[in-house]
């Protein structure tokens, strides 16, 4: 079983990955489509969909977590 820091550390570290792939693909992407966005631009949207992806990791790491209790696991 994770105590719930470790889970917390699990999604942080997980969402932080994220948020750098999403962040150079966001740049590298979007003047290939005709989009043109400043750094500053490209971090606004990772953001948030890094903190909401921060969130979902960690509910479903509790909720998983959740699951092996009671089983003896």
Known sequence: MQSRGMSALEALANAAAGWLIALMAQMVLRPVIGLQATLSQNLIPSGVFTVLSLLRS?????V?????????A
């Open 58 to 62: 960690y509910a479903q790491r509790r």
């Open 64 to 72: 998983f977590d959740g699951f092996g209790q009671g089983r003896g």
